[in-house]
Each structure stands twice: as structure tokens, then as C-alpha cells.
């Protein structure tokens, strides 16, 4: 059955994509679950749940900033951002406090694109987590083009279960990964418990830089700020996605590609 495990709606400043919208492009697009992961956000999720009136599976979950990267929280039953959990000055949460709180919940916390910006994890936080995001559709644009072999290596290295999400914030990124969980029923404790047993394979294709360009103003129009930032990032990738054309730069992996243990094979499919 295949999950893409990472997904952003209205609900994060950076898209604008409906929940109804990212349901019905997600049957279209033949998949049998998502996973809405907004940042520091139950509300997407928890809105899918709610309306969602199809065969579509719904993993409720989010995706939260902590000062040791960004973490996928899935199976929340509510949301972190409402339990109080503390800060630090920057406005993220603490990862050691914010996993106990998932955990309390019987959720799974997966650490999200781990190498897209060459970032090492402390491997205390690495004991703790439940899992790697291995294939991330838009993580091998930000530096590092081998972000996601990078990922399965340290899977593999420390038998970590693993999943894949488009990381999509525009419908037409929703699929460019997914997980293939082996499993054939539509009960949730079945497919968790699959999930964490590494029972998978994943599958995925890169975004192209200009999606995550178009984020970039999105959220310049959300926050109505002068904040330079976003402002940056959308000059970065566009500059990014301009080199790669003209053959500049280190290309990541293109097409589908399944990673399964140590394995990276091409493969063609509807």
C-alpha cells in the first residue's frame, strides 16, 4: 500500500493547498494513505480526518521545528503545539521533550530530510527517534544531491525503520514519494505496526527548486512581512534550479528509484 508520508496544506505558512484538494488529488494520483505533516500543526490532519469521506487512508500527524532539526511526528491523537511544551529563542521546541510527549501518545517520531543540509543529529536524539525519513522529494535540492542515499546509509547502519514523503506544498508534488508498506488491511494499528517494523520499501522522484521557490512566496503573502528571509531562499532555489538546467552543480538522483536495505534500483511505473 502506498503513503506519502509528508505532506503540506493551508495549514503551514507555506502552501496553499486545501485538505479537500490534497485528498482528492492523492486518489487521483492511485495512492492508499497520506500523512498531513504541517509545521508545528495538528490542524491539517486533524481536518482530514474530519472530512475525509473516501477510501483514502489518513495517518493523522505533523511535522515540528526542534533545535535538532524538524521532526514527523505520525498516529498523534492531538497535537504537540497545544500541550505547552517549551521553546527556545528561536521559537523551537526542545527534541528530547517533544519526543516524550509523542511517545506518551504511542505516536512515532521520524527524523524529516536529515542530511538535506549536510546536518549531523546527536546520536542521543538518534536512540530515541522511531525512524528516518529516507526519501524526501524536495531535501536533495538545498545542497547536498546524495541527501537521500545519505539517509539510508544511516538507516542501515543503525537498523532504523524508514519512510519517504513528497514533502509536497503544491498539489502537483503530491506522490514524487511515497512508502510501500507491506500490508493488506486498512487498519491503522496494522499499518503502524508495519510502518515501525520496516515492512517497506520506498519509492521517489526529486521537485523541481521552483516549487519550493513558490513556497517561498507564499509565505511573503501569508506573513505580510518584510522578513528578507523567504525572499532569499526563493532567489536561492531559482538561481539553484537554473544551474542544474545549464548543467552546473551536482544533479541528484532523477526518476523513481525504490531504496530498500542496500539497494537503489531504477524503475518505470504508472
Known sequence: MRFDMHIHSTHSPDSESSVADIINTAIKRKLDGISI?????????????????????????AEYSTEAG???????????????????SFGRYLSTELIAAAHEQNALVYIAHPFSRGRLYDNSILSMVDGIEVYNSRASKWGNPYCNRDAMDKAIKLRKPYSAGSDAHHLAEIGNAFVDISVNTKYTDDIKSALSSGCSMVYGKTSSSLYKAK??????????????KPMLKLMYFFLRETSLKLGIGKSPDEGIYSLKDERIERHDFD
Do not use: M, W
Not at 505533516?37 to 472530512?51: E, V
Not at 521532526?71 to 527556545?88: A, C, H, I, N, S
Open 70 to 88: 524538524h521532526l514527523l511526528v505520525y498516529f498523534l491523537q492531538q497535537g504537540l503545539e497545544t500541550l505547552g511544551l517549551k521553546r527556545d
Open 215 to 228: 513556497s517561498q512566496l507564499i509565505k511573503c503573502k501569508k506573513e505580510k512581512s518584510a522578513n528578507i
Open 37 to 61: 505533516t504541517d509545521h508545528n500543526s495538528f490542524k491539517g490532519s486533524k481536518q482530514a480526518l474530519k472530512i475525509n469521506n473516501s477510501d483514502l487512508i489518513i495517518i493523522p500527524g
